[in-house]
């Protein structure tokens, strides 16, 4: 699918209309199916201008509900109690159900005067990025000196950095038309990396018609047609004076506001209108709730084409002139004078050959967290698995599970006393009613797992009796559901150990065919990619054929959710330069690595600044095609791992997901004991998605 386009106006009245057209006559043109979408809307989403406007225009075959993310009552109350990434989660699944359907989609976001509430400057960028758009900012020109511009564009370029957005082109909207050419050269001559568009003010596309201050004030229209209503409105005039003095002041395109009963006023207006000698009036706006004397009125209607449009308000002259000031030009589906007018102006302003490539070519490799979370979600949710949760009676647990039933992402069965987790469950007022619970104490389940963990452990002393004893275990009984296949996988560790969880699973499950360690890998998701780290949870120190195969299944582990795997087997020392037990090790490692899998794109032995940063590695490794690019990263200890990933974690707000258990016949994964609800619905839906690659092994290998 193409990339999509996120359009934002920077500031209030940055004439997005113009633009947005513009770009959706480029891509209709060059996309079968064209999507539009905006983050939030106001009121009635049919109301919308924008939404109206394309839907009309372009005739889109798609309902309205599936154009926005939500409404700014909705916005408002996650704002208001500091939910603001839950903001962020209803945009994305609300955008990612239209993406879906769509070869590409058009959005366009949302500024702070549309939403009439205090999101942060940094809301469209936000959105942007968790969309995984390129942005095209529009910032306004209107009235603007060039050094106000220039000074303009340099703050919103050093906002961007901070963002780290996906810049596809700016717009630089309603520059005088005088300042274009030296515009042009200051940003040719700074050399821009994306271009700027500069697009000149078109006063026609400024100006409100009158059919918009009809209906912005809710007008009654006395006199006029669908013609006269199309009119732009340049100037407004208070008729206030005599009518000598009156016919002096009129200009071309003006709008005369004028109390109801002001029949000379009415007459003259009319008379100028039919005489050469005076410039055409726009049309008239009566105001105070009084409308012409009936013989004005018989007047008027014995005209056959009316000269222009007549209109009445109930508010008093002074309210209604100020109320017309504030009006904006809106351009209207019907209007295609103005569509042309708007069209023309950008079209102009643009090098289209030149912005149909870089759409085309240009692709956002980002993955924010969200992004990567809502894609596991859909994935888990795509081919439902079966996974056993042994803790629960725990509050998180049933929480998670609540959140995973609800959303059809997986089938659960909890272990425990179901009298219990039923009590907790109506306590915590949860929506588990036909959740599958399992007590292995009851269960008739437990003696044919404990026959068969005798077959398994008899060899190494174990009787029936202890066996049937062990089954009594949570941990126990859900590994055995996993092994024969009544689960798909198992998620446990809120409350046990990390032993707890994994030895049963060493014992029973045991490791694939070819792997000679289990092992675990961390998603580090960053603010704009992730990374995998291993092993930074399970083996203390391993050796070198082992740190191999934790390259292998990390390789793999990272393939599986979808990040291409470049690999950085880490040491204090980088290429051939260090000496020692410890760089040997890794350096042994490396050469096993490239021998047993030479499939995969592999450095080592290197150290982290040279894996991660691209300056480092020009000095370090130049030759090297993974360093400065490596997204897993494998650790020769855990000592090492399991600090690195905490410290990442904690100063650079990273959303650590895992550990994630490599190496198992069938898919169990440990939970850190201060889990949160997220990571529990997180790690759930990761072994879900193991789940499925492992049904899809077997009916290869035909098991």
């Known amino acids: 699918m193409a990339q999509s386009i996120y359009v934002a106006g920077v500031e209030k009245r940055s004439g997005k209309s113009a633009i ?12 079968s199916k064209l999507g539009f979408f905006r983050p939030v809307v106001h009121g009635d989403v049919e109301a919308d201008r924008l939404i109206n406007l394309v839907v009309n225009r372009y005739h889109l075959d798609i309902p309205y509900e599936s154009m926005y993310g939500c409404k700014i009552e909705t916005a408002r109350e996650l704002l208001a109690s500091n939910r603001y990434d839950e903001l962020l989660k209803i945009i994305l699944i609300k955008y990612k159900n239209l993406e879906r359907q769509c070869d590409r989609v058009l ?62 082109a700016t717009f630089i909207n309603g520059i005088d038309e005088q300042y274009i050419d030296d515009l042009k050269d200051y940003f040719i001559h700074q050399g821009a990396k994306h271009p700027v568009y500069l697009v000149p003010t078109v006063a026609a596309l400024e100006k409100p018609t009158v059919g918009d201050i009809a209906s912005a004030l809710k007008a009654k229209v006395l006199s006029g047609d669908h013609a006269t209503l199309k009119r732009n409105v340049l100037n407004y005039k208070v008729a206030a004076m005599q009518v000598p003095h009156f016919l002096d002041h009129l200009e071309e395109g003006d709008l005369i506001i004028t109390p109801g009963d002001r029949s000379d006023i009415i007459l003259a207006s009319l008379m100028a209108h039919k005489s050469s000698s005076f410039p055409q009036i726009a049309g008239l706006l009566l ?27 109930a508010s008093d002259t002074f309210t209604t002139a100020i109320a017309v000031t504030e009006i904006k030009a809106i ?14 102006v950008v079209e102009k302003s643009i090098d289209i050959p030149d912005l149909k490539e870089r759409m085309a070519s240009t692709y956002s490799t980002r993955v924010t967290p969200m992004m990567f979370e809502y894609e596991l979600i859909q994935r888990a949710k795509a081919q439902p698995q079966h996974i056993v949760l042994p803790e629960g009676k725990e509050e998180r647990i049933l929480r998670a599970a609540e959140i995973l039933v609800l959303r059809g992402v997986v089938k659960l069965t909890l272990l425990g006393d179901e009298e219990l987790i039923r009590q907790k469950i109506q306590s915590l007022g949860l929506q588990l009613d036909d959740v599958n619970i399992i007590d292995p104490l009851q269960s008739p389940l437990r003696k044919r797992y404990a026959e068969n963990y005798f077959q398994l452990r008899q060899h190494k002393g174990v009787t029936y009796e202890m066996a049937y004893d062990t089954l009594a275990d949570n941990s126990y009984f859900g590994t055995m559901m996993v092994h024969l296949e009544d689960a798909d996988g198992m998620v ?56 191999a195969d934790i390259a292998a299944s990390s390789a793999d582990t990272a393939t599986l959710f979808h990040v291409n795997p470049r690999l950085a087997m880490l040491s204090y020392s980088t290429g051939a330069s260090g000496k020692g037990e410890a760089v040997n090790k890794v350096r042994e490692a490396v050469r096993l690595s490239k021998e047993q899998r030479p499939d995969l794109k592999l450095e080592g032995p290197i150290q982290y600044d040279a894996a991660i940063d691209v300056g480092v590695a020009k000095t370090k490794l130049p030759d090297s095609d993974v360093a400065g ?9 855990l000592n090492t791992g399991n600090n690195t990933y905490k410290a990442v974690q904690r100063t650079s707000g990273a959303v650590a997901i895992g550990p994630v258990l490599q190496g198992l016949n069938k898919p169990v994964n440990d939970l850190s004991r201060g889990c949160t609800v997220t990571d529990i619905v997180n790690t759930v839906a990761i072994t879900a998605v193991q789940a499925q690659m492992n049904g899809v092994v077997n009916e290869n290998s035909g098991t």
């Not at 959706?24 to 996309?31: H, I, V």
């Not at 060039?146 to 303009?152: F, M, R």
């Not at 890998?521 to 203390?540: H, I, K, S």
């Not at 690019?629 to 200890?637: E, G, M, Q, S, T």
Request: net charge negative; proline share 6%.
């Open 331 to 344: 351009v209207d589906p019907e209007n295609e004078r103005k569509i042309a007018t708007a069209l023309g």
């Open 287 to 313: 105001s105070g709730q009084q409308e012409p004397d009936p013989q004005i009125t018989k007047l008027i209607s014995g005209i056959s084409k009316a000269p222009f449009t007549i209109l009445a308000v």
């Open 20 to 31: 947005v057209l513009t770009l959706m006559e480029l891509l209709s043109g060059e996309t």
């Open 107 to 168: 959005c366009v976001g949302t500024s702070l005067s549309d939403a009439q509430v205090a999101i942060e400057d940094d809301f469209n960028a936000d959105v942007a990025n968790n969309l995984g758009c390129l942005l095209m900012p529009i910032l306004q020109g209107y009235g603007r000196s060039i050094e106000e511009i220039i000074d303009t564009a340099a703050s919103y370029r050093q906002s961007l950095k901070e963002h780290d957005c996906d810049l596809l």
């Open 492 to 547: 446990s560790g809120a409350v046990h150990t990390t032993q707890h969880t994994i030895r049963p699973a060493f014992q029973i499950i045991k490791t694939k065919p070819g792997t000679s360690i289990v092992s675990s890998v961390f998603f580090m998701c960053l603010e704009d990619r992730v990374l995998v780290y291993g092993d930074c949870a399970v083996n203390p120190n391993p050796n070198a054929q082992q740190l």
């Open 629 to 637: 690019l490596a997204n897993v990263f494998i650790f020769p200890d």
